[in-house]
């Protein structure tokens, strides 16, 4: 009896110590970046791969408005605001196009963006090459108007949708 119990109080130690998607209602998916609007007329500039392996996207021909959000499957709090993203995503009413920074391979962050149920496009940066663009730490959230300029740099994690529906509609001007 006493190895029983043993087996069962290890078998749900064991499992309560993986991640908690409960949050996650499906799987996300590589998204081709075709669908990410751009400035047909901007042509050089920081050109990034799709996580998808198939496209490149000049970075300064991203038309908003649009949210540009950094992060890495290496870090934590990037995790902690993907619902957030998620609930935004949902809304179908912003562009979100995604940052993988300084991954090792793309067949990492292809994963993260399975299990974090993450369904839009993101761009691979596997040489941090942006981080004089957007900054050396993760996760960072730009804001992009109409007219593709930054009007906002959001340092850090989103702290909750509130915080992230309030500055789209703050910044973009979207009402959610």
């Not at 109080?9 to 991640?19: A, D, K, V």
């Not at 038309?63 to 993203?85: D, H, Q, T, Y």
């Not at 998620?86 to 090792?104: H, S, Y």
Request: hydrophobic share 40%; with cysteine.
């Amino acid at each position: 009896m006493k190895v029983i119990a043993a087996l069962l109080i290890s078998t749900f130690l064991l499992t309560s110590c993986g991640s908690d998607n409960s949050t996650i209602s499906s799987p996300g998916e590589v998204i081709s970046c075709s669908s990410i609007e751009t400035d047909p007329n901007i042509i050089s500039g920081t050109t990034l791969e799709c996580l998808d392996g198939n496209s490149k996207v000049v970075l300064e021909a991203i038309k908003g408005p649009a949210i540009i959000n950094v992060w890495g499957s290496w870090c934590a709090p990037c995790r902690e605001e993907m619902p957030f993203l998620r609930e935004l995503a949902a809304t179908g009413k912003v562009q979100i196009i995604g940052i993988d920074v300084e991954e090792p391979n793309m067949e990492k962050g292809r994963k993260f963006v399975v299990d974090q149920g993450i369904t839009w496009p993101n761009l691979y940066d596997r040489e941090g090459s942006t981080k004089s663009t957007f900054g050396p730490g993760v996760p960072i959230t730009w804001y992009i108007n109409s007219e593709g300029e930054v009007i906002y740099k959001h340092i850090g994690v989103l702290k909750s949708k509130d915080e992230l529906f309030s500055d789209v509609a703050k910044y973009l001007g979207v009402k959610l």
